[in-house]
């Protein structure tokens, strides 16, 4: 008999976009940023076109979620035919929420800013041949404000992509395309600096008709309850606005966290915020680098190259498989992601800063009693990297970054600034190496452990191969809401 924890609540899963608690998967993809003069108009065409059933409900994506839950992690290739497609999410800016009469009292400064380049906290850097912090980038600067984010997801991106030529067909004057970007997955789930991706994402709590949300759950999970094995149960009030949130003891909830405006919360409920960002990889630097690193430490590390260091960085083999466990180990949707950090407290197998204990840190020796997490929706962009490639693609290779949260500021911030760009934050070791931000001007270091001393790598504050090219902050409504935005009196 499953379990069912006091008080989880029910998701009205109707309301609720898809893309939030279960997502496009591997599916090709396209995402378009807009912005307009009038953006009530703009507003209006969103809410006809949540009336008319086109942003797709969690319930509606329900039928895909267990049967591709463990195909997806043992790497099948689960793209669908037309016939299960196209699916449609939105997100929304601020701006237009006031624009369009709603309310919009929100409680996170960050959502609040005009753009994201006003968050000097986030490291991003200015462009290479020198300029203002957003010269270069796509999206999201001054001059293209993004005021709605649509993602589509279709079995070709040429079919995505069809969508949002209508929806400009829609809107026609009312809205300017500022953006637009096909993602396409690469086989066996990687991202473009060669390591499967997508593997540790978070379950949700919650009930529909009665029954758990999530297709698996462990039975024999005590404080920590589990969905696919590894993987925490989280209360969708981290997640989603109107619901109860992660309390000190993780099977028991804490209350819903209110705004301080009644009316926006009755807004906000079902929705979640979105962070966006555009993430261009330097792969031929990123390897040049741990080649030249590892050259430099093999008299203590007579096993280290390359990919060696690479692993150490991420923390996982790039087929998927945890350091803290068999470091030569296969991947396996089970046990690949069925491990603790409190089992490796000399770090004699993951790095303390590797990337994967950086962003989820497991429980480890040093973790935080709650740990902040995100569900993220992100995929690649652009062509892979090839042998003695000279240059990128026109618009280079990386990653579109998408998490959704209940707060940008202790959920995103937390894992992304706190933790990934801080050395000491959450259990030391250095700074993330793989994705976090030198900030301007800055060295990075990291600590590889080693017997009988550690080892110390240094990245020099031009020895970065992440590099910001647009983002914003954004919600994501409920599908309700969206209708709303056409005639804000309904929404009061």
């Known amino acids: 008999m499953t379990t069912i924890l006091p008080g989880e609540p029910e998701l009205e899963v109707d309301d609720i976009q898809a893309h939030v608690l279960i997502g496009f998967g591997s599916t090709e993809q396209a995402i378009g940023a807009f912005t307009g003069d009038d953006l009530p108009a703009l507003g209006a065409v969103l809410a006809d076109w949540a009336a ?11 039928p895909r979620k267990g049967l591709n839950a463990r195909r997806f992690l043992a790497g099948a290739d689960i793209r669908h035919d037309r016939t299960s497609g196209p ?10 929420l006031a624009a369009c009469g709603v309310p919009h009292q929100f409680d996170d400064l960050w959502f609040s800013a005009e753009s994201m380049l006003e968050v000097p906290e986030l490291g991003d850097r200015l462009p290479a041949g020198g300029g203002q912090l957003g010269d270069d980038w796509e999206v999201g600067n001054g001059e293209r404000p993004v005021d709605v984010l649509l993602v589509v997801g279709a079995a070709r991106a040429s079919a995505a992509d069809e969508i949002l030529d209508w929806f400009l067909a829609a809107a026609g004057p009312t809205a300017r395309e500022v953006y637009r970007e096909e993602l396409l997955p690469i086989e066996g789930s990687l991202e473009h600096f060669g390591f499967r991706d997508g593997i540790s994402q978070p379950g949700v709590l919650g009930l529909v008709g009665g029954e758990p949300f999530e297709a698996f759950r462990q039975e024999d999970a005590t404080t920590f309850p589990e969905g696919l094995p590894g993987q925490d149960l989280i209360w969708p ?14 099977r028991v909830r804490a209350p ?19 962070v966006f960002r555009r993430l261009l990889q330097n792969v031929a630097a990123f390897r040049a680098f741990c080649d030249a690193k ?7 590390h007579p096993e280290a190259d390359g990919d060696w260091l690479a692993t150490r960085f991420v923390g996982r083999t790039t087929a998927g498989g945890p350091l803290v466990s068999e470091p030569g180990a296969p991947f396996d949707p089970d046990a690949s992601n069925d491990f603790r950090f409190d089992g490796d407290p000399m770090t004699s197998g993951c790095p303390l800063a590797a990337h994967i204990r950086k962003v989820n840190p497991r ?12 569900i993220r929706r992100g995929a690649p962009f652009g062509r892979q990297h090839e042998p003695g490639e000279m240059a990128p693609p026109g618009r280079g290779r990386g990653l579109v970054f998408l998490s959704y949260q209940r707060s940008i500021d202790q959920q995103f911030n937390t894992v992304i600034v706190r933790w990934m760009n801080d050395p000491s934050n959450p259990s030391g070791g250095g700074h993330d190496m793989l994705m976090g931000q030198p900030g301007r001007g800055e060295s990075r270091h990291f600590t590889v452990p080693g017997e009988p001393d550690d080892t110390e790598v240094v990245a020099g504050p031009s020895e970065a191969w992440v590099h910001t090219t647009g983002g914003a902050f954004l919600f994501a409504p409920s599908i309700s809401t969206l209708t709303r935005l056409g005639n804000p009196t309904e929404a009061r």
Do not use: C
């Not at 966290?257 to 979105?274: C, K, M």
């Not at 429980?363 to 995100?374: A, L, Y």
């Open 363 to 374: 429980r480890g020796p040093s973790d935080q009693q709650i740990n902040p997490r995100i």
């Open 87 to 96: 699916w449609l999410a939105a997100a929304v800016s601020k701006r237009l």
């Open 256 to 274: 819903i966290r209110r705004l301080a405006d009644a009316d926006t919360d009755a807004i906000a409920r079902n929705g979640s915020y979105l």
């Open 237 to 250: 009030g981290e997640f989603l606005f109107g619901y109860p949130s992660q309390g000190p003891v993780p």
């Open 294 to 300: 590892a050259a430099e430490i093999r008299h203590l």
């Open 52 to 62: 008319r059933g086109r942003f797709r409900s969690a319930r509606d994506l329900m």
